[in-house]
């Protein structure tokens, strides 16, 4: 049984490797001094970072998207979102997952905040955007290879109904959709 | 180039195995076919599900922990929250994690959703719970062996300034407050 802290948090690392490096996924395995000072384990997947964007159409509706999810089995609603390529800058990386995903580029860009979606064993970090004046790109989509979705427009409040019951449950995708109605209502200016 | 699938988006298992077993995290990588027919490699982390909990005083305050998050080298400001144990009914995991990490009870528990913190990686869900009627157990909080953490209490209006100018930028915690402002406001009773 442990009381709680009350002083510094902070656990030190002691020694570390990358435990299993893969296709998609880099794991970290660290030795960390705790507060008390004894020696424990730490392992978490070592991400670059990602982008997500609230694409609002000029009629008020939200680009969204279907994709299969294989971890869960299942075909999740999202808003567009991808991961950061090395050296690229994050708003570079939602302009080009905006048009890759969707086929539209936005005139007009706004950085929302940073969540971190799973803070116990990840260091990721999304970048969140709100993307106004869209238009259809002549292109269209380009997917990255092997890479399947189909995207559909649903105005906010419909989409918030989707969060409300249980149709829409991805983290990125519920914050984004909560956090724009702050905005675009004005609550957030 | 792919263009969109615009069918059936379904990936199915053609193999796959335990890449890593650690003390935390299980990485599962599988080789599965794809909507065009062709093979590509899936890998994500296999988790037991999660719970998070906002708890919410008798005179309106949010309680609220500070903990050290290894994988982003700080301090994040969280709802209670934890793993669902082997067998484990969730809300029994809701109530145990909310005695252990700040030692209250709660007198009245609602379930308000599930969210899926990392689709692309992680087959981890979050139960979320809303916990009213709360009284101090005379145990205390009793955390798990290496856990330290710090409870405080915040008003959720505070609270939700916090997620605008981003000292929480937690997934869950964010969701978790902007859905009981939701839920507490009477818009989604």
Redesign the interface.
Known sequence: ??????GD???HRVSGEE??G????H?Q??A?R???G?V??????DHPGAVAIVPVLDDGRILLE???????GR??V?LPAGKIDPGEDPLGTARRELLEETGHTAREWRHV??????????????ELYLARGLAESRE????????????FALPLAEALTW??D?RI????T??GL??AE?LLGGE?P
Request: charged share 30%; glycine share 8%.
């Open positions: 049984m442990k009381k709680h802290a009350g948090l902070t656990e435990v299993y893969g296709v998609l996924l794991v395995r660290d960390v705790l507060p008390d004894r424990a384990t730490r392992e978490y997947i279907r994709q299969f999810r294989y971890p869960l075909v999740m999202e905040g940073t969540i971190h979606p799973l803070v116990a064993y990840s260091n990721e970090r999304i269209g989509a380009a997917l990255d290879d092997g890479e399947f979705l189909e995207t969060v409300r249980g449950t991805d983290s990125k519920v914050t909560l956090w702050k957030w």
